[in-house]
């Protein structure tokens, strides 16, 4: 090239070189001016080029999103939910051509469902008394006024279907009086209108600002997103069984009684905040968790608390008695965190963890046992109290784990040996390294006590 027309300036200069170089890369310059035969070689060429004495700012580099290369398998979470309490997929119909994969959706609309029945309510409030027998379809939400009171027979069945064109979860909202009156041959049903129920397929029952005389008698829900709320309420109960709901039972300022209840195969069986329960001869499994209490009264007697893939029961700042229960092949049995209890005559055992944990808690125990669990079976953080008459056995890591500073009290116990060198050895004691010891321990029984369960 010998001829440039235009005048340039330095950066001028520096454009023109960078083009030019830019233009020899590619292979049409290669054979335009540089081969043998190139029809432009040795040739003079003439061009015109205007570059601004002032270049324009350069444009921000473009933000590239960078996927990260996977490094291997993802393991599942080491935490995951106990198979058996994982809802269970519904069944193909035999002769159905598969289409591929059923989404949930299409699992729940493939069901078969209610559309005919003997009563038939649709987004109705009840102001007067009624009473409901038979099988009855409710489309939409059913309220009880707070003047009036809803008595269903023995037997009855009430099945809630959506209101047309609309997405929220039926409820049976309770504002006046429940009484189901079923029998232990003739249940109450209260769930969704389909023939297989599945978790929160309707509302659940709700009561509000009711302080009435409220009673669920063999009452069975199934497949709710909680079985019962109750807000400010009073119910009672006996033979309740509520399964296949996110939460069973959930309590909010109120005051319960119940006997005779099951509960299982919910994410939480039963949960109470601010609220008094009385909770007796029931039976609480295959929950994830199966009890959380939070400043609130309890008091369970003869209740099975068993197979809950976490925590039997939770406590916080909780009042609570623990008495002839079995709390049996949960993670831990009990963990509570502050308030007070009594734990009389009753059983932990074969708990994948611990039996008992309780870190800043008063608590008495008296007549129990505390055998073949996975940890400790008793566990105590700045836990104060006494266990005595009790069994201490067979425990994985220790008979009793004990930190912090409170004293505490274990007179009078069985601890699988009548050797005081191995009861020692199965007794942690954080401040016995220090000659400062925190369990008193002698004197010991030399055999189990014969009313221990």
Same mark, same amino acid.
């Given at each position: 090239?010998?001829?440039?027309?235009?005048?340039?300036?330095?950066?001028?200069?520096?454009? %023109?070189?960078?083009?030019?170089?830019?233009?020899?890369? +590619?292979?049409?310059?290669?054979?335009?001016?540089?081969?043998?035969?190139?029809?432009?070689?040795?040739?003079?060429?003439?061009?015109?080029?205007?570059?601004?004495?002032?270049?324009?700012?350069?444009?921000?580099?473009?933000?590239?999103?960078?996927?990260?290369?996977?490094? +291997?398998?993802?393991?599942?979470?080491?935490?995951? /939910? #106990?198979?058996?309490?994982?809802?269970?997929?519904?069944?193909?119909?035999?002769?159905?051509?598969?289409?591929?994969?059923?989404?949930?959706?299409?699992?729940?609309?493939?069901?078969?469902?209610?559309?005919?029945?003997?009563?038939?309510?649709?987004?109705?409030?009840?102001?007067?008394?009624?009473? /409901?027998?038979? *099988?009855? @379809?409710?489309? +939409?939400?059913?309220?009880?006024?707070?003047?009036?009171?809803?008595?269903?027979?023995? !037997?009855?069945?009430?099945?809630?279907?959506?209101?047309?064109?609309?997405?929220?979860?039926?409820?049976?909202?309770?504002?006046?009086?429940?009484?189901?009156?079923? *029998? =232990?041959?003739?249940?109450?049903?209260?769930?969704?209108?389909?023939?297989?129920?599945?978790?929160?397929?309707?509302?659940?029952?709700?009561?509000?600002?009711?302080?009435?005389?409220?009673?669920?008698?063999?009452?069975?829900?199934? +497949?709710?997103?909680?079985?019962? *709320?109750?807000?400010?309420?009073?119910?009672?109960?006996?033979?309740?069984?509520?399964?296949?709901?996110?939460?069973?039972?959930?309590?909010?300022?109120?005051?319960?009684?119940?006997?005779? &209840?099951?509960?299982?195969?919910? #994410?939480?069986?039963? &949960? @109470?905040?601010?609220?008094?329960?009385?909770?007796?001869?029931?039976?609480?499994?295959?929950?994830?968790?199966?009890?959380?209490?939070?400043?609130?009264? /309890?008091?369970?007697? !003869? @209740?099975?608390?068993?197979?809950?893939?976490?925590?039997?029961? %939770? @406590?916080?700042?909780?009042?609570?008695?623990?008495?002839?229960?079995?709390?049996?092949?949960?993670?831990?049995?009990?963990?509570?965190?502050?308030?007070?209890?009594?734990?009389?005559?009753?059983?932990? =055992?074969?708990?994948?963890?611990?039996?008992?944990?309780?870190?800043? &808690?008063?608590?008495?125990?008296?007549?129990?046992?505390?055998?073949?669990?996975?940890?400790?079976?008793?566990?105590?953080?700045?836990?104060?109290?006494?266990?005595?008459?009790?069994?201490?056995?067979?425990?994985?890591?220790?008979?009793?784990?004990?930190?912090?500073?409170?004293?505490?009290?274990?007179?009078?116990?069985?601890?699988?040996?009548?050797?005081?060198?191995?009861?020692?050895?199965?007794?942690?004691?954080?401040?016995?390294?220090?000659?400062?010891?925190?369990?008193?321990?002698?004197?010991?029984?030399?055999?189990?006590?014969?009313?221990?369960?």
């Amino acid at each position: 090239m010998k001829h440039i027309c235009g005048r340039l300036s330095i950066k001028g200069v520096c454009s %023109v070189l960078l083009l030019a170089c830019l233009l020899m890369v +590619g292979t049409g310059c290669q054979k335009l001016f540089l081969d043998q035969d190139a029809l432009l070689k040795n040739q003079p060429v003439t061009f015109s080029l205007k570059v601004n004495e002032t270049l324009p700012p350069a444009a921000p580099p473009a933000m590239i999103p960078v996927t990260p290369r996977p490094t +291997g398998t993802i393991s599942p979470p080491a935490t995951a /939910l #106990d198979s058996r309490l994982v809802p269970r997929k519904e069944t193909v119909v035999a002769g159905t051509p598969s289409q591929g994969p059923v989404t949930l959706r299409e699992q729940r609309e493939s069901r078969t469902m209610l559309t005919r029945a003997e009563s038939v309510l649709a987004g109705r409030t009840i102001s007067e008394d009624l009473t /409901l027998r038979g *099988t009855v @379809l409710v489309r +939409g939400s059913l309220v009880v006024a707070p003047q009036a009171t809803l008595r269903l027979e023995a !037997g009855t069945q009430v099945r809630f279907a959506s209101a047309a064109g609309s997405g929220a979860k039926p409820s049976l909202v309770v504002l006046g009086r429940l009484m189901a009156q079923g *029998t =232990a041959q003739k249940p109450v049903v209260l769930g969704a209108a389909f023939e297989q129920p599945a978790v929160g397929d309707w509302g659940g029952v709700v009561l509000i600002s009711t302080e009435k005389k409220n009673s669920l008698d063999h009452c069975r829900i199934e +497949g709710a997103q909680t079985g019962i *709320t109750a807000r400010y309420s009073q119910f009672s109960g006996a033979g309740l069984a509520i399964m296949q709901s996110h939460v069973g039972i959930a309590l909010y300022d109120s005051v319960v009684s119940l006997t005779k &209840t099951e509960i299982q195969r919910c #994410d939480v069986g039963l &949960t @109470l905040s601010d609220s008094e329960m009385e909770l007796k001869d029931s039976l609480v499994k295959e929950n994830r968790l199966g009890l959380v209490a939070l400043r609130s009264a /309890l008091v369970v007697g !003869g @209740l099975k608390l068993r197979n809950n893939s976490q925590e039997g029961m %939770v @406590l916080d700042q909780a009042r609570f008695r623990i008495s002839g229960s079995a709390v049996t092949e949960n993670r831990s049995g009990v963990r509570a965190t502050g308030g007070e209890g009594q734990i009389l005559f009753s059983r932990f =055992a074969m708990n994948r963890e611990d039996g008992v944990a309780l870190q800043e &808690t008063r608590i008495r125990i008296s007549d129990s046992s505390f055998i073949r669990n996975g940890r400790a079976g008793l566990a105590l953080e700045n836990a104060r109290g006494s266990a005595v008459g009790s069994t201490f056995a067979d425990n994985a890591q220790a008979q009793l784990l004990h930190a912090g500073d409170e004293p505490f009290s274990a007179l009078l116990n069985w601890w699988g040996a009548a050797d005081e060198q191995r009861i020692v050895s199965g007794i942690q004691d954080s401040g016995r390294i220090s000659g400062q010891g925190k369990v008193q321990y002698v004197p010991f029984l030399v055999q189990s006590p014969a009313n221990v369960p």
